[in-house]
DNA sequence: AACGTTGGCGTCAACGTTGACGCCAACGTT
DNA sequence: AACGTTGGCGTCAACGTTGACGCCAACGTT
């Protein structure tokens, strides 16, 4: 437990300097083989490892970048977090992470204590509200992907699901059901200006030839519970519902629970689908009707998107905008 | 976005040295009440916030603590993930999180790349035969907390369930619904000095009177496919199999797929026992009788025991070993 | 032979803090 | 009146790096 051994201690032992010894840790070049060996063989000896704290007081550079969750429980969550950390890493970055609960104060809270650790950048599952936080830290220079939303801001760039599209894969599928008095289930944690689902599902409704009503509409939290909720509402407002498309699969699940506990058949009486394709989905029964997002797909783009950022920031870039899919199962 | 505001541009401002300015942001006492006030408002004024990666330099504190997981997809970690960045962050901590795929190698570098970064401390979920690498970090100074292994060492304290009563449960509640041929799914990244599940199930076994025969065992990968992988495997082991107690729900889940595949009835047939009482198990068909593992219970423990550590380290600790119930749902 | 270039270093200061120490005026004590 | 204490600061150095710069010997060029 004694001491770390440090640059200085290196340059001790080789006899040189502590820059020499800096040039050899980073490549820099500037020094003969004979002197890059003995550095080598010196700091495999001390065990040598170079204190990023410094660096990054110095380079402004951490080596880390912080991911902002709502909520890690959320199952669409994990896998995305444990892609993001491995592409991270392979950069040699190591990532912070802390969620939100889609409350823009704690967001604020979160990003300023990132700020502080000089973050190299951060990936951002906006809080309800919160697009002026993260323009203004854009501003300020620190590189932002922002996930699902579109933000115009210097140092941010947004990575999102074709969500609209889903919306629209998700009412042909119902329509071609025969499914004519449909419903969705929004979430709470989602703000009017990204209600992109719902709108790709209310315009193909409208666009759409035939005697279907037009959507219902309610609000729940984003969970199994929030769906048992959210299907007593919409049932309250067209007690004859014969489709559903939730805001996720925890909601869908939730809403197929509150269907069969009304005595309700899925799909027969009602078709359901969900928005994700989490794990869950394929295991319970019925299986779920999903729109599924590619989260690995999800994690590449946006950290790719971040070190784009870092390297070149100022730059302008488009959105990406990464494609979905419907999973046809058991449940429509 | 130019140059943020340190203690020298708020001390210029108040006409102070940047160490009083310092005295203030940090409590320390040794100011005027009025020089208190006029250096408050000018760091509102500037927006100053202690820049912690020079601090951290100083202080060898940087307020951040290291979570180091198995695997983020596995459905038991994220609430367990998301408690304990939240208790880190009541205590003004930023979380840093990798995963290791139980692999000491990829261990051995997360723990490197925290350690360069100066964490205060970490929470390790223990990668196989990676003991000495624990001890080897706790001898260099670096408070660990070490979940569901018994690690002796300076700096390292251990919280785990008991998991050997775990077993015992799912032994008793299977014996006492009659089952005589039983079979346990353990998991491949368990190595045998952490099979406690195991060894609680086969002792109860062992202990009880009655007619049964002795357990057979599976392994296999803690998952869904892994289960139904360990089913066929305990099935070729023992074909008229009628209990299964498995490492986890995942494992669990995937063994009442396999044996629904294979036209038996659970639990009719095969009664299932998993681990864990993740929240899926509340909602498949038939709904999963399990151990339930208090996660919320664990996340205090571990970050309560870290920041002990953290606090008065070299100071030998006994081992907090959480309580576990058995739930019984459907499927036993 | 005189010159410019370059390889291989070393020196110094700085990043933004805090620990250690010292100083002085104001005050209380004897 | 002389003294010790304490409140309220300031100064300086250090944490472990890297950027900027300079220096010198060795070499190639004309």
């Known amino acids: 437990m004694d001491r770390e051994a440090t640059l200085h201690d290196v340059a001790g032992k080789v006899g040189v300097s502590p820059r020499t010894v800096s040039r050899v840790v980073n490549d820099e070049g500037g020094y003969s083989p004979e002197t890059r060996k003995k550095v080598l063989a010196a700091i495999e000896e001390l065990r040598y490892r170079p204190n990023m704290v410094a660096r990054a007081l110095i380079t402004k550079r951490s080596g880390t970048v912080g991911l902002v969750g709502g909520d890690m429980t959320d199952p669409f969550f994990p896998a995305l977090a444990e892609g993001i950390q491995h592409r991270a890493r392979e950069a040699g970055q190591t990532m912070f992470f802390a969620s939100t609960g889609s409350d823009p104060d704690r967001q604020a809270e979160v ?32 590189p932002i992907v922002v996930v699902d939303d579109l933000v115009e801001a210097p140092n941010v760039a947004c990575v999102l699901f074709d969500l609209p599209e889903g919306g629209r894969l998700a009412a042909q599928h119902l329509l071609s059901a025969g499914r004519r008095r449909m419903g969705v289930i929004s979430a709470t944690v989602s703000p009017p200006r990204r209600r992109h689902r719902e709108r790709g599902f209310v315009a193909a409704l409208t666009e ?120 046809a199962r058991e449940s429509a």
Chains 1, 2 share one sequence.
């Open 111 to 142: 990003l300023r204590s990132f700020w502080a650790r000089a973050v190299d950048g951060v990936i951002v599952f906006p809080a309800l509200d919160s697009i002026d936080q993260l323009t203004d830290y854009g501003r300020r220079g620190l």
């Open 208 to 327: 759409a030839d035939g005697d279907h009503l037009p959507a219902v509409i309610a609000e729940a939290d984003p969970t199994v519970r929030g769906g048992e909720a959210g299907f007593a509402e919409l049932l309250s407002l067209m007690p004859d519902l014969d489709g559903i498309f939730a805001y996720n699969d925890l909601v869908a699940i939730g809403a197929m629970r509150a269907a069969a506990a009304s005595g309700r058949r899925v799909p027969e009486d009602i078709a359901v689908v969900g928005c994700d394709d989490i794990e869950m989905s394929t295991y319970i029964t019925p299986a779920l009707t999903t729109i599924r997002l590619d989260r690995g797909r999800l994690s590449n783009e946006a950290v790719a998107a971040l070190h784009d950022l870092i390297d070149a920031p100022a730059q302008r870039r488009q959105p990406v905008v990464l494609p979905v899919e419907l999973v």
